[in-house]
């Protein structure tokens, strides 16, 4: 028997093979569509805005997740700075 559903968000996710970003829409509002627009690249000093991030993850030396986009490529630089950025 179909189920009737209702959905609060309809939201998409675009990951690319250099770039990644996201966009979602309230379906009570559908003519407005919010970004993500807070991404910040080259570290917390610099705060050039962005609406897409890198399409990059970084795992920690167990293999866990750490950190995905400017974050990843901004800790991962600091690591290979001090030559830790190797397992």
Not at 70 to 82: I, K, N, V, Y
């Given at each position: 028997?179909?189920?009737?559903?209702s959905?609060?968000?309809?939201?998409?996710?675009d990951?690319?093979?250099?770039?990644?970003?996201?966009a979602?829409?309230?379906?009570?509002?559908?003519?407005?569509?919010c970004?993500?627009?807070?991404?910040?690249?080259?570290?917390a000093?610099?705060?050039?805005?962005s609406?897409?991030?890198?399409?990059?993850?970084?795992?920690?030396?167990?293999?866990?997740?750490?950190?995905?986009?400017?974050?990843?490529?901004?800790?991962f630089?600091?690591?290979a700075?001090?030559q830790?950025?190797?397992?």
């Amino acid at each position: 028997m179909p189920r009737n559903k209702s959905f609060l968000v309809v939201a998409a996710f675009d990951f690319g093979t250099t770039y990644s970003g996201y966009a979602y829409s309230y379906t009570h509002d559908k003519t407005k569509v919010c970004t993500n627009q807070n991404w910040y690249s080259g570290g917390a000093s610099s705060k050039l805005a962005s609406l897409k991030t890198p399409t990059s993850v970084l795992l920690d030396d167990k293999g866990q997740f750490h950190s995905f986009g400017f974050e990843a490529e901004d800790h991962f630089a600091m690591l290979a700075e001090d030559q830790l950025h190797a397992g």
